[in-house]
């Protein structure tokens, strides 16, 4: 199957890829993609300071070196990861009208200060407090001016906690996701499909799969599809399930972005 595009991907200039931004843009040629984003992090005051440094003068060079030299082959954008924290949110403001990128991705990667990667945040809390408390900040993030065109991958937090089973329920937290999903909608924003889940072993995508149905039901359209590949041999990495599961969901389109503005494409 031949894919349309990766929409969230990383690079050496996030703190933790080791990949070289031409490298991954060779690999989305062989793939056949039409487009290959490129959304490396900004995470303002994370927990490990890795994931502030990105250069972006180096940043927008190498991407405009390889979107000239591999302009025949495939339509590359530029694009950003950002780790939304309320404190921080006037550095992201100012870091977006700076920098003109192509599409922009939230996502919660701490909540109240605490980072998940560590375990930081889940200490001391139940399981359900936790998932609580994480849609909370994302919600929050949702309500700041909708800076973000999607949101990434939506119930990140089933991936780091110490908990026995990590599964979430959708019913237990049903109020929160909805209100988190018409915010989305309302707001003109989407949401991705984040295939990373697989690779972690989670035997999921994120946002899992009746978390997506429910976002259909609701009314939502805007859904972009990414791998978060670290490297260039997890680009679209497990695609043909995403796409296969967003057709059986009744979606018929996907979306690209330029300029931030969104295309809907139908899924190939
Ligand atoms: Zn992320
Ligand atoms: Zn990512």
């Given at each position: 199957?031949?894919?349309?595009?990766?929409?969230?991907?990383?690079?050496?200039?996030?703190?933790?890829?080791?990949?070289?931004?031409?490298?991954?843009?060779?690999?989305?040629?062989?793939?056949?993609?039409?487009?290959?984003?490129?959304?490396?992090?900004?995470?303002?005051?994370?927990?490990?300071?890795?994931?502030?440094?990105?250069?972006?003068?180096?940043?927008?060079?190498?991407?405009?070196?390889?979107?000239?030299?591999?302009?025949?082959?495939?339509?590359?954008?530029?694009?950003?990861?950002?780790?939304?924290?309320?404190?921080?949110?006037?550095?992201?403001?100012?870091?977006?009208?700076?920098?003109?990128?192509?599409?922009?991705?939230?996502?919660?990667?701490?909540?109240?200060?605490?980072?998940?990667?560590?375990?930081?945040?889940?200490?001391?809390?139940?399981?359900?407090?936790?998932?609580?408390?994480?849609?909370?900040?994302?919600?929050?993030?949702?309500?700041?001016?909708?800076?973000?065109?999607?949101?990434?991958?939506?119930?990140?937090?089933?991936?780091?906690?110490?908990?026995?089973?990590?599964?979430?329920?959708?019913?237990?937290?049903?109020?929160?996701?909805?209100?988190?999903?018409?915010?989305?909608?309302?707001?003109?924003?989407?949401?991705?499909?984040?295939?990373?889940?697989?690779?972690?072993g989670l035997g999921q995508m994120h946002p899992q799969e009746d978390i997506i149905r429910r976002y259909y039901k609701m009314g939502g359209e805007i859904i972009t599809v990414g791998s978060d590949a670290h490297h260039p041999q997890e680009l679209c990495s497990d695609f043909n399930a995403?796409?296969?599961?967003?057709?059986?969901?009744?979606?018929?389109?996907?979306?690209?972005?330029?300029?931030?503005?969104?295309?809907?494409?139908?899924?190939?």
């Amino acid at each position: 199957m031949r894919y349309f595009a990766d929409y969230h991907t990383h690079t050496d200039f996030s703190g933790d890829s080791q990949a070289p931004m031409e490298l991954m843009v060779k690999r989305g040629v062989e793939l056949g993609l039409s487009e290959l984003v490129f959304t490396d992090h900004v995470d303002y005051d994370y927990a490990d300071p890795v994931f502030e440094k990105i250069d972006f003068q180096d940043y927008i060079n190498s991407f405009k070196y390889c979107k000239e030299k591999y302009r025949k082959d495939i339509k590359l954008l530029m694009g950003v990861e950002i780790g939304y924290q309320a404190h921080v949110e006037s550095r992201i403001e100012d870091l977006l009208t700076k920098v003109d990128f192509d599409f922009v991705i939230y996502s919660t990667h701490m909540a109240d200060k605490l980072d998940f990667y560590t375990g930081a945040f889940f200490n001391g809390k139940e399981r359900e407090l936790a998932y609580n408390r994480y849609f909370e900040n994302v919600l929050q993030s949702i309500r700041a001016p909708a800076n973000f065109n999607v949101y990434g991958h939506l119930d990140f937090i089933v991936r780091y906690g110490h908990y026995d089973s990590k599964s979430l329920s959708y019913l237990e937290h049903a109020a929160i996701i909805d209100k988190i999903l018409r915010d989305i909608i309302y707001g003109g924003c989407g949401i991705e499909i984040n295939t990373s889940g697989y690779r972690y072993g989670l035997g999921q995508m994120h946002p899992q799969e009746d978390i997506i149905r429910r976002y259909y039901k609701m009314g939502g359209e805007i859904i972009t599809v990414g791998s978060d590949a670290h490297h260039p041999q997890e680009l679209c990495s497990d695609f043909n399930a995403a796409y296969t599961l967003l057709r059986e969901i009744g979606y018929k389109y996907i979306n690209a972005y330029e300029e931030r503005k969104a295309r809907f494409i139908k899924i190939p």
